[in-house]
């Protein structure tokens, strides 16, 4: 809540030299009498340099805005992670409902919320004239990515579609390099190197790992279609990244998210219609999963905007990796698959690289 115009008008009054007030002080008796029975007048509060209830500087400290909570940033991207994990989680659980099925139901829960508040805040449906097309982008992108990720989940383990899906970051530094013309250096393209060499351990192709993959190689096909799906999110993720960038502060969040759901409920309807995969789950507790992961899809949205809004990105960029912690966690107690070393070090590999490379971002922009 911003300061009183009253207070912000004595200011200016003050620099130009003006009087504050235009009537004659009181003699001093009565002016004491004055500020005795001011004082007693509730909200009222004395003047910080001269003590006197009539100076118009009482309200500078009533003008400054209270400061964030320390580390309020960072419990909202932590509270961020834990609810896209849950929602991931329960992406996996529904294995009779095919992902891009699941994509419309989470689209059609999120446009019930965001409808009513694009009408509180008055910002429309349609967006500026000149930023439409990359709305449009922005929708189309963001909902194929969103497909891809619920498929990995369900053809891959939770822990290896999260981990490659965090190499997000790293394409992001390529495609602004590309289209938006930001600087790229040495660096980014070692981390790059070092994300393709993390997904290398996490997929361990055979012609390169041999007898290794002999304990997977029955499923070895899902996996494989799992991870060419997260890496498709991740790159379709990163040029959503751009996208936003390109378009700044101009289009309201919500408009941007509104685009994102009514064209990923568009796209997944056209795609069930194609293939025949439309069926509605015969298990409540799946209907119950499809309408949370909607709810915590809207909400880890929210909350990391929040963050990003009251804290650097340095810190946000190393809380984020939480995502692939709770996905390591989850995997254990709810699917009993512990993970390999191979898929450890690769983790390792793709979170060091994707923190490294916002990282280095945060500390070119504060210079």
């Not at 938006?180 to 290398?200: C, M, P, Q, R």
């Amino acid at each position: 809540m911003g300061p009183p115009e009253s207070a912000g008008d004595a200011a200016d009054l003050e620099e130009s030299g003006l009087p504050l007030t235009d009537y004659a002080p009181p003699r001093e008796a009565d002016g004491e009498r004055v500020d005795a029975e001011a004082a007693d007048a509730p909200g009222s509060r004395r003047c910080w340099l001269c003590r006197s209830l009539r100076c118009g500087s009482s309200s500078e400290p009533e003008a400054k805005k209270k400061a964030p909570c320390p580390g309020l940033g960072l419990f909202y991207t932590l509270l961020s992670a834990f609810l896209f994990s849950v929602a991931s989680l329960f992406v996996k659980k529904v294995q009779d409902v095919h992902a891009v099925e699941i994509s419309a139901f989470r689209c059609v829960f999120q446009m019930l919320v965001i409808i009513p508040c694009l009408i509180y805040r008055k910002t429309g449906f349609i967006g500026p004239k000149g930023q439409r097309l990359f709305l449009l982008l922005r929708g189309i992108l963001g909902s194929t990515a969103m497909i891809l990720m619920y498929y990995a989940f369900q053809t891959t383990s939770l822990a290896d579609a999260t981990v490659i899906a965090f190499s997000c970051p790293v394409f992001t530094s390529l495609f602004a390099c590309l289209f938006l013309k930001e600087k790229y250096s040495l660096w980014d393209a070692f981390f790059i190197l070092f994300t393709i060499t993390g997904v290398i351990l996490i997929v361990r192709p055979p012609f390169l790992f041999g007898s290794i993959t002999t304990a997977v190689e029955k499923n070895y096909s899902d996996h494989l279609k799992g991870t060419f799906a997260a890496i498709g999110h991740a790159v379709l993720a990163a040029m959503t990244l751009v996208i936003l960038r390109k378009m700044g502060k101009s289009v309201d969040y919500f408009l941007s998210i509104w685009y994102y759901v009514i064209l990923g409920l568009l796209e997944s309807t056209v795609v069930l219609f194609i293939t025949g995969e439309w069926s509605l789950p015969n298990c409540g507790l799946d209907r119950l999963f499809l309408i949370l992961i909607g709810l915590l899809g809207l909400g880890g949205q929210i909350f990391i905007t929040k963050a990003v809004q009251i804290e650097k990105a340095g810190p946000v960029a190393m809380m984020k990796t939480m995502d692939v912690v709770f996905a390591f966690i989850f995997q254990i107690i709810f699917f009993n698959d512990v993970p390999t070393w191979w898929t450890v070090g690769g983790a390792l590999c793709v979170v060091a690289s994707s923190t490294g490379a916002v990282l280095r971002k945060w500390l070119q922009s504060s210079k």
